[in-house]
């Protein structure tokens, strides 16, 4: 099977064999038109690497400052019954 290549210029791709001979080319612009279009169809973002590392980072920024609040409020273990979260408690007597 053949596929199509980039040489820089073009995307281009040849079949040749017994039966036929095909050809066929476009420019970058065209071949990214059809390839997001097929891209969609899967179910696969079409971000640019640059719009998907900006997500990344958002994502990351995001994960950071929310592992800041979740870590900083103990009062949510209290009353877990969780095995594994060990929890000790212990009261204090009033000086009298």
Known sequence: MSKLEYDGLQWVGVIN?????FRVSMNNATFRQYFNAYLENLGIPTQSYSQMMEHVDT?????YTALQE?????????DCNDSGVR???QKY????
Do not use: P, T, Y
Request: overall charge positive; glycine content about 0%; charged content about 40%.
């Open 87 to 89: 929890i000790w408690k």
């Open 17 to 21: 064999n017994e039966e036929e001979f």
């Open 93 to 96: 007597r009033q000086k009298a």
């Open 70 to 78: 979740f870590a900083s409020d103990l009062e949510r273990w209290r």
């Open 59 to 63: 994502v990351q920024k995001q994960q």
